[in-house]
């Protein structure tokens, strides 16, 4: 979601955000990973809801993934606002998994501990 927004920012600057902005239009699916890792300024968090109501607008999936529910998404976005509003477009049609438990690389990690136990 970072590099989205980056993008999305540098665009604005040079005046080619509409057509950045169909770039994230083209494929049948994105995958926004780890939103919430870095945390959105008002005019990060509008880039990145132009994004997302684009696709929505043109019925395009999108994955997005994270460590925040929904309840705490006003902490990566900076106005509550705009949080409500994409998390509107993300579930409109959506289909939402909350997973529990140690993450992948932790587990992992774990594993090889105990391999050089043995």
């Known amino acids: 979601a970072t590099e989205i927004v980056n993008r999305l920012a540098t665009a604005k600057a040079t005046h080619t955000l509409e057509?950045?902005?169909?770039?994230y239009c083209r494929p049948r699916l994105l995958v926004c990973d780890e939103l919430g890792y870095v945390a959105m300024d008002t005019e990060s968090g509008n880039l990145f809801?132009?994004?997302i109501s684009a696709r929505h607008d043109r019925d395009?999936?999108?994955i997005v993934t994270t460590n925040f529910p929904f309840s705490q998404w006003n902490q990566i976005f900076a106005?509550?606002?705009?949080?409500l509003v994409t998390?509107?477009?993300l579930t409109a049609y959506a289909e939402v998994?909350?997973?529990e438990g140690r993450?992948?690389?932790q587990t992992q990690r774990e594993k090889r501990n105990q391999d050089k136990c043995k």
């Open 103 to 105: 993450s992948y690389p």
């Open 87 to 89: 998390v509107e477009r």
């Open 19 to 23: 057509r950045e902005l169909r770039k």
């Open 49 to 51: 809801f132009q994004a």
């Open 60 to 62: 395009l999936g999108t």
């Open 79 to 83: 106005g509550d606002s705009t949080a």
């Open 97 to 99: 998994f909350y997973l």
